[in-house]
């Protein structure tokens, strides 16, 4: 089962602007983690947020929880042709699962 | 520092042909392990994980079956290959960090897998 829902599905951005993708959940988690995936490649970590916090940066990126809301926010700024990928979000449960959404593929105009 | 391996690279199967993909984890110790199946253009599907040699949960009943016969080696099987099987697999580890709660997730390259 998915968990988290990212939004916009599918975002396209001149470089150099400010990227945005959101993520819902249903139901409580003990962290939420950010990961990229280029084309056919695996993923990688980008950033965790526990719980109890409410935002955390990372160089360009800035990642925000409202674990009232159940929802996430990951910012990219001042965006790169490099940043052109797909990025999800995934929910981190108390018994060790990580359950990703279906992701949003973000693209980068020169 | 620790890897993720994961092969073949790519596979291309028939219809009702066994499968074994197979993961090892290198530079940890008991890490927790997952399989994850990725479809054209779509999220991860999360399909099995172990916290233990032995410890397998399944996410989703399928004709897919994992094993972990050894500390840091993860297993993918079918005995006989549908066509909806085709797609990304994936494995990756993480370790709990001691006096946290939480577990950050590493990937490994993947195998794509298309079942003709």
């Known amino acids: 089962s998915q968990q988290g829902e990212e939004d916009p599905q599918a975002l396209s951005i001149q470089e150099g602007e400010n990227a945005t993708m959101n993520c819902s959940y249903k139901?409580?988690?003990?962290?939420l983690q950010w990961y990229r995936q280029n084309s056919g490649r695996g993923l990688v970590h980008l950033i965790l947020?526990?719980?109890?916090?409410r935002e955390k940066h990372s160089g360009r990126l800035r990642v925000t929880l409202d674990t009232s809301k159940k929802s996430s926010s990951l910012l990219i700024t001042a965006s790169r042709a490099a940043d052109t990928a797909s990025y999800f979000c995934?929910?981190?449960?108390?018994?060790?699962?990580?359950?990703f959404g279906k992701g949003t593929r973000l693209h980068i105009l020169p | 520092s620790q890897t993720i391996h994961q092969w073949p690279a790519t596979l291309v199967q028939p219809v009702g042909s066994p499968l074994s993909l197979e993961c090892t984890v290198e530079g940890t110790s008991n890490p927790n392990l997952y399989w994850y199946r990725q479809a054209a253009g779509r999220g991860l599907q999360l399909l099995f994980y172990?916290?233990?040699?032995?410890?397998i949960s399944s996410e989703v009943p399928q004709n897919l079956s994992a094993s972990r016969p050894q500390d840091r080696q993860f297993i993918l099987s079918s005995k006989k290959l549908l066509l909806s099987d085709s797609g990304f697999y994936l494995c990756?580890?993480?370790?709990?960090?001691?006096?946290?709660?939480?577990?950050?997730?590493?990937f490994g390259p993947g195998t794509r897998l298309t079942v003709l």
């Open positions: 947020i526990r719980s109890n916090e």
């Open positions: 995934a929910t981190g449960h108390r018994d060790d699962k990580i359950i």
């Open positions: 139901t409580s988690i003990n962290n």
């Open positions: 172990s916290v233990g040699i032995g410890q």
């Open positions: 990756a580890w993480s370790v709990l960090a001691e006096g946290t709660s939480y577990n950050e997730q590493f």
